[in-house]
């Protein structure tokens, strides 16, 4: 974490006094993303902020730009895929008042002390980025006919011996 943002929050504190933090957070630190990584290079930026909207639903909103080191399945090499998100949380007390929330909004169900770690919500988010199959968008798209082999033509088709039997 950075050193203007604390290990823990205090949600409902924070939502009141409409406090914001910013800081990076090295991927190297984030053990659940990781071993979705191909290494651990690069750090991410984020900027967290604490409020409620017009309709009084308290919220913390997350900004994060990060580089994460993955490999492309297609061509097997290392890649930077470039994470640029904005998520707005909803806190909710019970999981009850999830229906509650405007539709843009993702649930964040606070526990009863309403303490929340702020690298664990930045590293929730990244985990989300990465895509199931990392692809390299720059590398050369696999666009192949595959067409049989003249010994698979030549070969007898197994259901042919069906097909007379059907017309007897």
């Known amino acids: 974490m950075s050193a203007n943002t604390p290990e823990m929050l205090d ?28 290494d651990t290079d690069g750090e991410a930026r984020y900027t967290i902020e604490f ?24 061509s097997l090499q290392r890649f930077l895929l470039p994470v640029s998100l904005v998520q707005r949380l909803g806190l909710v007390r019970d999981e009850a008042d999830e229906a509650g929330l405007p539709p843009d909004y993702e649930a964040l169900l606070v526990p009863e002390d309403g303490m929340l770690h702020p690298a664990d919500l930045v590293e929730d988010e990244l985990v989300l980025a990465v895509p199931v199959v990392p692809v390299n968008p720059e590398s050369d798209a696999v666009e192949r006919d595959w ?22």
């Not at 933090?21 to 990781?34: A, H, I, V």
């Open 147 to 168: 067409p049989a082999q003249e010994e698979e033509l030549a070969k007898a088709n197994p259901f042919a011996a069906l097909a007379s039997l059907k017309k007897n």
């Open 11 to 38: 949600a409902w504190r924070m939502v009141a006094a409409r406090r914001s933090f910013e800081g990076r957070l090295p991927l190297s630190s984030m053990t659940r993303l990781q071993d979705l990584l191909n």
């Open 51 to 74: 409020d409620q909207d017009a309709l009084r639903v308290p919220y913390v909103e997350l900004r994060i730009e990060a580089q994460l080191p993955l490999i492309c399945q297609r």
